[in-house]
Protein backbone atom coordinates (compact mmCIF):
# COMPACT_ATOMS: atom_id res chain seq x y z
CA UNK A 1 0.00 0.00 0.00
CA UNK A 2 1.21 3.23 -1.25
CA UNK A 3 2.08 6.50 1.40
CA UNK A 4 -1.07 8.40 -0.41
CA UNK A 5 -3.19 5.57 0.17
CA UNK A 6 -2.17 5.40 4.35
CA UNK A 7 -2.80 8.67 4.20
CA UNK A 8 -6.35 8.54 2.62
CA UNK A 9 -7.43 5.65 5.10
CA UNK A 10 -5.84 7.56 8.05
CA UNK A 11 -7.97 10.94 7.05
CA UNK A 12 -11.44 8.97 6.64
CA UNK A 13 -10.83 7.72 9.88
CA UNK A 14 -10.15 10.97 11.36
CA UNK A 15 -13.64 12.08 9.81
CA UNK A 16 -15.40 9.19 11.04
CA UNK A 17 -13.81 9.57 14.69
CA UNK A 18 -14.68 13.66 14.86
CA UNK A 19 -18.48 12.42 13.52
CA UNK A 20 -18.67 10.35 16.36
CA UNK A 21 -17.61 12.48 18.50
CA UNK A 22 -19.41 15.20 17.24
CA UNK A 23 -22.92 13.05 17.34
CA UNK A 24 -22.40 11.92 20.59
CA UNK A 25 -22.45 15.23 22.17
CA UNK A 26 -25.39 16.60 20.51
CA UNK A 27 -26.73 12.98 21.88
CA UNK A 28 -26.20 14.13 25.04
CA UNK A 29 -27.98 17.38 24.98
CA UNK A 30 -30.76 16.08 23.53
CA UNK A 31 -31.29 14.34 26.33
CA UNK A 32 -30.94 16.75 29.23
CA UNK A 33 -34.59 16.98 30.74
CA UNK A 34 -36.62 19.84 32.09
CA UNK A 35 -39.18 19.37 34.68
CA UNK A 36 -41.64 21.03 36.67
CA UNK A 37 -42.54 21.18 39.82
CA UNK A 38 -45.73 18.52 39.65
CA UNK A 39 -43.45 16.69 37.26
CA UNK A 40 -41.23 16.56 40.32
CA UNK A 41 -43.25 15.47 42.43
CA UNK A 42 -44.97 13.05 40.86
CA UNK A 43 -41.33 11.52 40.27
CA UNK A 44 -40.74 11.36 43.72
CA UNK A 45 -42.88 10.05 45.01
CA UNK A 46 -43.06 7.10 42.74
CA UNK A 47 -39.25 6.67 43.22
CA UNK A 48 -36.52 6.03 40.53
CA UNK A 49 -35.35 2.80 41.49
CA UNK A 50 -37.69 0.99 38.53
CA UNK A 51 -39.96 -0.26 41.11
CA UNK A 52 -43.75 0.11 39.93
CA UNK A 53 -46.06 1.08 42.31
CA UNK A 54 -49.70 0.64 42.33
CA UNK A 55 -51.79 4.04 41.85
CA UNK A 56 -53.60 3.83 45.32
CA UNK A 57 -50.86 4.63 47.18
CA UNK A 58 -49.58 7.41 44.45
CA UNK A 59 -52.72 9.22 45.23
CA UNK A 60 -51.95 8.98 49.12
CA UNK A 61 -48.56 10.09 48.50
CA UNK A 62 -49.91 13.10 46.50
CA UNK A 63 -51.80 15.63 48.49
CA UNK A 64 -50.80 18.87 46.96
CA UNK A 65 -51.87 18.73 43.58
CA UNK A 66 -55.83 19.14 42.14
CA UNK A 67 -56.85 15.86 40.18
CA UNK A 68 -57.25 17.41 37.06
CA UNK A 69 -53.39 18.83 37.01
CA UNK A 70 -52.34 15.37 38.82
CA UNK A 71 -53.92 13.53 35.82
CA UNK A 72 -52.24 15.93 33.27
CA UNK A 73 -49.05 16.07 34.53
CA UNK A 74 -49.17 11.49 34.60
CA UNK A 75 -50.58 11.79 31.05
CA UNK A 76 -47.36 14.25 29.88
CA UNK A 77 -45.11 11.64 31.64
CA UNK A 78 -46.60 9.32 30.09
CA UNK A 79 -45.99 10.20 26.82
CA UNK A 80 -42.95 11.78 26.66
CA UNK A 81 -41.95 8.03 27.92
CA UNK A 82 -40.57 8.95 31.36
CA UNK A 83 -43.03 6.89 33.01
CA UNK A 84 -44.69 3.25 32.11
CA UNK A 85 -48.40 2.36 33.37
CA UNK A 86 -50.07 -0.47 32.85
CA UNK A 87 -53.18 1.33 31.26
CA UNK A 88 -53.16 3.32 28.40
CA UNK A 89 -55.79 5.76 28.86
CA UNK A 90 -55.48 7.73 32.40
CA UNK A 91 -58.78 9.83 32.46
CA UNK A 92 -60.19 9.94 36.14
CA UNK A 93 -58.59 9.17 39.54
CA UNK A 94 -60.59 5.72 39.30
CA UNK A 95 -58.42 5.06 36.29
CA UNK A 96 -55.01 5.88 38.42
CA UNK A 97 -56.37 4.02 41.42
CA UNK A 98 -56.27 1.07 39.21
CA UNK A 99 -52.99 1.35 37.66
CA UNK A 100 -49.41 0.71 38.51
CA UNK A 101 -46.25 2.90 37.33
CA UNK A 102 -42.98 3.04 37.68
CA UNK A 103 -40.22 4.99 35.92
CA UNK A 104 -38.81 3.86 32.23
CA UNK A 105 -35.34 2.57 33.21
CA UNK A 106 -34.10 4.37 30.35
CA UNK A 107 -34.53 7.43 31.72
CA UNK A 108 -33.90 6.72 34.67
CA UNK A 109 -30.65 8.24 34.89
CA UNK A 110 -31.33 11.33 33.07
CA UNK A 111 -34.11 12.18 35.14
CA UNK A 112 -31.84 11.34 38.45
CA UNK A 113 -29.75 14.09 36.98
CA UNK A 114 -32.69 16.31 36.18
CA UNK A 115 -34.39 16.22 39.78
CA UNK A 116 -30.72 17.06 41.03
CA UNK A 117 -28.76 19.42 39.21
CA UNK A 118 -26.00 19.17 40.79
CA UNK A 119 -25.21 15.48 40.67
CA UNK A 120 -22.85 14.30 38.29
CA UNK A 121 -22.56 11.51 36.96
CA UNK A 122 -19.52 9.49 36.66
CA UNK A 123 -18.90 9.43 32.41
CA UNK A 124 -18.76 13.02 33.03
CA UNK A 125 -16.39 13.39 35.80
CA UNK A 126 -12.49 14.42 34.41
CA UNK A 127 -10.13 12.01 34.63
CA UNK A 128 -6.93 12.21 35.41
CA UNK A 129 -4.47 11.33 33.13
CA UNK A 130 -1.48 9.04 33.44
CA UNK A 131 2.41 10.57 33.07
CA UNK A 132 4.52 8.06 31.45
Known sequence: MGLAAKRRRAAAREITH?????????????R????????????KA??????????????????ELEAGEFIDTLDGLQAM???LVTKVNIRT???VERAFFRV??????????????????????QRRRRRG
Open 18 to 30: STLRDSQQEFRVA
Open 81 to 83: GYL
Open 93 to 95: LED
Open 46 to 63: IGLTGTAMAGKFLLDRIE
Open 104 to 125: NPSYAHDLKDALDPNRRREGDK
Open 32 to 43: EIQLNGGEITIL
